[in-house]
């Protein structure tokens, strides 16, 4: 799917129903579906990151120990025992996406770091009639987060993300009649996560993610208000069979739910699973569905040896209007 050349609005429009009607399960779909996206500059934001939590799903509320917990719940961070470096990409339906994150615990101040995604909608040219260039424009979106995450007394964490947003797009050639410009924005993410019974068996997560300023690119009037979501979830965690604490097999259960902070719009639900051997081995499947009748399954795999870890998560939609391959999502991880 190419961005549209008639406006700035159109381009981010038609790239983000795009993706929201690919990832059927996201909570976004329905806004696209049903009613067209009124916030088409920074829906970006909604769009799933890292293999993990989509392979169970996209249930990463309640979720943390790496750094893709930074877009689902900032809270989850403060669970890093290490220094952690990951990158993350997939190809939607609109574009290739790209984040690469960098967080730190400390003793003084918990963890701390940040992180740099991108979503790349792709080059339009306009040509002329025998196929000569004229024209390209090339529509981006970019989100800087810095983040915080310490745990409180007793089995409570919380962590903050700072968020800059910008939306733009460059024109190069004969751009007469073509879009060209940017936006910029902040926002912030606050989340918590509590953990009940022994060896935190049952986490409980809420977050609310994107609230901030409207995103401005023409003018007032054109600005687009930012996709504000409440989500709160669960994940619970047991053992399987008999197996000691350092060597053993385990399962997790998680459950998200969402909907957009003070506005009208169904809301999203999802369920995932995660089995395997520590974190050398995982396989992970998930579910989610809209009242609007949207839905998509996944499957996961994760392998980690010492230091290196590897994700990868796959989306089946049970709906769509697109013919377009399920995207696959690829994350790798460096701790040190």
Known sequence: MRPSRSSRGATARDCAAAVTILLAGWPATGAAAQAGPINAGALFVEFPVGARAVGMGQTGVADGGSGEAAFWNPA??????????????????????????????????????????????????????????????????????????????????????????????????????????????HALDVGGQFAIGGDDALTVGVVLRTLGFSLQVENDEQADPLPTRLAVGALWRTPLGRATAGDRFDLRIAADLDRPWGGDGDPAVRVGVDVGYRQIARVRAGYGQRSGGESSASVGLGLASGSIGVDLAQTFLATSELESANPTFFSFRVVF
């Open 76 to 185: 989850g961070l403060a669970d890093l025992a290490s220094a952690s470096f990951e990158l993350h990409t997939v190809a939607l339906a609109a574009g290739r996406t790209h984040a690469v994150t960098a967080y730190f615990p400390s003793s003084r101040i918990s963890v701390f770091g940040g992180a740099v995604y991108l979503v790349d909608y792709g080059d339009e040219e306009r040509t002329d009639d025998i196929g000569t260039v004229l024209a390209k424009i090339s529509p981006r979106n970019f989100e800087f987060l810095a983040s915080f995450a310490t745990a409180l007394p007793g089995p409570i964490t919380v962590g903050l993300n700072y968020k800059l947003i910008t939306f733009q797009v460059d024109c190069s050639g004969d751009c007469t009649g073509l879009p060209s410009g940017s936006g910029v924005t």
